[in-house]
């Protein structure tokens, strides 16, 4: 089981890499998140057995990786946390949708097959844009870029009093 310590260092990493300087780093924080919700809406707009289509979305990651500087092996190992959820969502998908939707040589593969592994390709690419989001902006500037396109405040300070509350929480873990 993963402890608190273990998350809150890996938060702090994330966090760490915002301070880097580096192309994406240097584009306010309102264009970036503005970018990221689009990007996830479009991709979660897709058919579900769209595979193919959603494997082009996975060029976005990796080119926001070029741009600010960051290890892709480091988002994308770090984005495996989201995995079991992401199962979770779709591990009934190949036996409920049992429709052929390739044959390759002697073996079939079902729509449900197709649609398990594009839930789990979109949740891991989602989890990247967010991390990727969070290390070349920082949780600060989020929640800054929030309040200045006129979310409502107390949106961005509940996700700041929760993102200082796991501190709290791993400190007394830690006891």
């Known amino acids: 089981m993963i402890s608190l310590d273990r998350i809150l260092y890996t938060l702090n990493d994330i966090e760490r890499q915002s301070t880097q300087t580096g192309v994406l780093q240097s584009i306010d924080a309102r264009a970036k998140l503005i970018t990221t919700i689009l990007f996830l809406i479009f991709m979660l707009s897709l058919p579900i057995n769209a595979i193919e289509n959603t494997l082009l979305f996975a060029t976005y990651p990796i080119t926001l990786c070029a741009m600010a500087g960051i ?4 988002i ?9 959820f992401v199962a979770l969502v779709g591990i009934f998908n190949p036996i409920i949708d049992t429709h052929t939707q390739y044959i390759i040589g002697n073996m079939t593969i079902s ?8 839930i789990i390709l979109r949740g891991l ?8 989001l969070i290390a070349s902006t920082g949780f600060h500037g ?3 870029a929030m309040n200045r396109l006129g979310i409502p405040s107390i949106f961005a300070t509940l ?5 200082h509350y796991i501190y709290i929480l791993t400190k007394f ?3």
């Open 71 to 74: 290890s892709f092996s480091k």
């Open 76 to 84: 994308a190992t770090r984005s495996l946390i989201a995995l079991p």
């Open 111 to 118: 729509s449900g097959w197709i649609s398990f592994f594009t």
């Open 125 to 132: 690419i989602a989890t990247q844009a967010i991390f990727i």
């Open 142 to 144: 989020i929640c800054s």
């Open 159 to 163: 996700l700041l009093l929760i993102y």
């Open 173 to 175: 873990h830690g006891n």
